[in-house]
């Protein structure tokens, strides 16, 4: 069949228009096309879009400012840091890094939580009491400082990063898991399951998982621009991600002593943080609206 | 009410104790605790020393003990990047400037937050209410670190109204201030909206409406003075994030407190310090909390006998 389009039948297009836009307006189209540019596919594609080796740089090119500054140029867009790396190339490859750690980070710390969730609200009992109280103790200690004395103890590096965020990460995960699995494991389809003669981890694991997805979902997401803050913070420190890493928060360190003479060094790389996370926060929003409403106070 | 104190006592004695035993753990779970409390510079006859001093050649409980009987002395050895300081003295000296930044950033983010808190509140969905939407996102994406140095650059580097870093008088303190209390701003704006929204809708506002008081008393000293209980049991948490976050502000602005001494430390792995640091903030991050629970349960009565 032919498709009639806006272009074929102009009149027509005005209301279909409207009509299409109020169909997008519905989806976090901003947030989403943001995320897209800013964090997936230079994250995903980094060697084929960055200009330049993020690791490589010359001397003789050292605090170039950006293209649309005096002395700068379109061969370094976005200028470059004091060792003369691109900063456009170093941020497409620092996406890669941000979006590893917390992907990898929530995913450890996800699954860990939601596997001690899962056994403490499904038996219950002495294993239950003394999970929770696990979770409070680790809910109350100060976060950046368990980094601190982590980082002086080993030495900084990605898997320090990951151990720490973890450390950080599973207890929100277990304690979501654990008050839905309580609610969960009343419901009849359960007793029915277990009527039928189905064990003990298949219940968990193919009854009730399913039905904490969603609000897994909404918690990873919600998470994933905290873990890239709290990754950038670490690294600012000097505590997370070992230099030379194209890491966002270690340019922003980078550039603090720049500050005076260039300014460019710190402020894309921050800029790039600022639009991610806001993107994140707002998707994750929207996905707690639609999928889990209950959520709203996590 | 004693009960009730005494029991939440214990319960901050427990955390404390906890992070001591974590801290202790960390450093002999990662191999010789020596290779990490002695610099990389450090001769045979240190490594005697410090075995000693700790009792490294004991077995670990006794270890423990000692660790623990110091520590609650407050000797936490000395530091091997400042030479002839205790890493406890070094927390003491550095304490003060600390507690000022993060009292002025709490001074300053109340003076923002509650207002437009509760502007946002009664004006709900008007241009103030999106403002103050913005404001809170924004304090929930911006890394702090960053906003620093923005605010260094704009308000110091180009405008030269603010010295760029270091400790001095009242103008040395207010872009550090705002970069760490910016989050809080946001959070304080929160929650005084959303029990401003309550309070605004309940019975007693609407009698003080019919005897005919002014718009304004009842907004800011009726509704407030109910709508404040809800943020100030927040105060806890503020306190926590104040605390970490000085951490990050303090090394930004080279502000000469506790928090850039423990980054200094990490850098120079410098682990009698950093354990010094992270036990006295645990402690006060602890603390504090026991002070709101009571305040709290002297507040609201059915929080003690549940």
């Not at chain 1, 490859?93 to 450890?108: K, P, Q, T």
């Not at chain 2, 809170?136 to 650059?153: D, E, H, N, R």
Request: charged share 15%.
């Amino acid at each position: 069949m032919a498709t009639v389009t806006a272009r074929t039948l102009p009149w027509y297009a005005p209301p279909r228009v409207a009509h299409a836009w109020r169909r997008v307006k519905r989806y976090p189209v901003v947030s989403l096309s943001i995320l897209t540019f800013v964090l997936v596919i230079p994250a995903v594609f980094a060697q084929y879009v960055a200009p330049y080796d993020p690791l490589k740089g010359s001397l003789a090119k050292r605090l170039r400012p950006p293209a649309w500054q005096q002395g700068g140029s379109i061969e370094h867009p976005l200028g470059t840091d004091k060792l003369g790396r691109d900063i456009l190339s170093r941020m497409i490859h620092g996406a890669r890094v941000s979006l590893m750690v917390s992907m990898v980070a929530i995913f450890v710390g996800g699954t860990l939580g939601t596997a001690l969730g899962l056994t403490s609200g499904y038996f219950g009992g002495r294993v239950d009491s003394l999970l929770m109280r696990l979770v409070d103790i680790s809910l109350s200690l100060p976060t950046i400082l368990l980094a601190l004395v982590l980082v002086a103890a080993v030495g900084p590096s990605f898997s320090t990063v990951i151990i720490v965020l973890v450390v950080l990460l599973w207890a929100r995960y277990a304690r979501l898991v654990r008050g839905e699995t309580l609610a969960i494991k009343e419901r009849d389809f359960i007793a029915r399951a277990r009527v039928a003669g189905a064990s003990h981890v298949r219940i968990m694991t193919r009854y009730i998982f399913p039905n904490v997805v969603n609000s897994l979902l909404v918690l990873a997401t919600l998470q994933v621009g905290y873990v890239i803050l709290l990754e950038s913070a670490l690294s600012f420190l000097g505590a997370g991600l070992p230099r030379p890493t194209p890491a966002w928060g270690l340019m922003i360190a980078d550039g603090r002593e720049l500050i005076v003479t260039a300014w460019w060094v710190s402020m894309f790389p921050g800029l790039a943080i600022m639009l991610t996370v806001l993107s994140l926060n707002l998707l994750g929003d929207w996905l707690r609206d639609h999928l889990d409403p209950k959520l709203r106070h996590v | 009410m004693q009960r009730f104190i005494a029991k939440r006592a214990l319960q901050s004695l427990l955390a404390i104790w906890v992070m001591s035993l974590i801290v202790f753990t960390l450093v002999r779970v990662t191999g010789n605790p020596l290779d990490v409390m002695l610099p990389l510079e450090a001769g045979p006859e240190d490594y005697a020393r410090v075995s000693k001093h700790w009792g490294l050649d004991q077995p670990v409980y006794v270890q423990y003990a000692i660790f623990l009987g110091k520590a609650v002395q407050g000797d936490f050895g000395n530091s091997w990047k400042w030479h002839g300081h205790s890493a406890m003295g070094l927390v003491w000296q550095r304490l003060p400037a600390t507690l000022q930044l993060a009292g002025f950033a709490l001074l300053v983010s109340v003076v923002i937050a509650l207002p437009v808190g509760v502007l946002s509140a009664v004006m709900k969905g008007t241009v103030w209410d999106t403002v103050a939407k913005v404001i809170a996102l924004l304090g929930q994406s911006l890394p702090a670190f960053w906003l620093g140095i923005v605010l260094m650059w704009i308000f110091a580097v180009n405008l030269g109204w603010f010295p760029t870093s270091g400790r001095g008088g009242i103008q040395y303190m207010i872009l550090p201030a705002i970069t760490l209390g910016w989050f809080q701003v946001a959070a304080i704006m929160r929650l005084v909206r959303s029990s401003m929204l309550e309070v605004l809708d309940s019975e007693f506002v609407k009698l003080s409406r019919i005897k005919g008081l002014s718009e304004w008393k009842v907004v800011w000293k009726h509704c407030l003075r109910n709508a404040a209980i809800a943020p100030l049991t927040f105060f806890a948490i503020i306190a926590g994030v104040l605390m970490t976050g000085s951490v990050v502000t303090e090394s930004v602005f080279s502000w000469p407190g506790t928090g850039l001494l423990v980054v200094d430390a990490v850098r120079a792995r410098d682990f009698q310090v950093v354990q010094a640091v992270v036990i006295v903030f645990a402690g006060i991050f602890i603390l504090t909390n026991l002070l709101v629970d009571i305040l709290y349960a002297y507040l609201d009565p059915r929080i003690r006998y549940q």
